[in-house]
């Protein structure tokens, strides 16, 4: 029982990007063994808890990070924050995580011009030179980003499926 708390805190902390994952599960087990006062009756309490602890554990990991000077998420923060995600918050950490990793699958697995659509759409800081296209030519392109959009879906989720 305690191997399987322990399985999924070790998966839950790398989700997380830990440095340590299995350090960082055992510290959250050694956490809940010192409380006296957690009686569990079945499993599921005990994966409950001790996804409570964790939170923690990772929060305490994340100011510890924070804090230090060679922090190498601070460059990017501003940057790949989600934006209801307070910048510096652990779902901001997450969500940068996981954009680069999908940044990753992109440009290994896209086309350069699938590639380039996705970023163009998802950049539109420029006006769109889509404007002096005719409504086929502009259609194409619409569906071509949907498609390569569909595509990296498509990657993403067999990729996180299998790690």
Not at 12 to 17: A, E, N, P, S
Not at 94 to 99: A, G, R, V
Not at 107 to 126: C, F, H, P, S
């Amino acid at each position: 029982m305690w191997e399987q708390v322990f399985e999924a805190l070790v998966l839950f902390f790398r989700h997380r990007g830990s440095r340590d994952p299995d350090d960082d599960a055992q510290n959250t087990l050694l956490a809940i063994l010192k409380r006296d006062d957690y009686e569990f009756e079945n499993v599921a309490d005990i994966h409950l808890v001790a996804k409570g602890f964790a939170r923690h554990i990772a929060f305490e990991a994340y100011r510890r990070v924070k804090r230090s000077r060679e922090s190498p998420l601070d460059p990017v923060e501003a940057f790949l924050a989600a934006p209801d995600n307070s910048p510096g918050s652990s779902e901001a950490i997450e969500s940068q995580i996981y954009l680069q990793e999908v940044c990753r699958i992109a440009a290994a697995n896209l086309r350069k011009k699938e590639l380039d659509a996705i970023r163009r759409a998802a950049v539109a800081t420029t006006p769109d030179p889509s404007a002096a296209l005719t409504a086929g030519e502009r259609n194409k392109r619409r569906v071509f980003l949907f498609r390569s959009r569909q595509k990296l879906k498509r990657l993403v989720r067999g990729v996180m499926r299998d790690e």
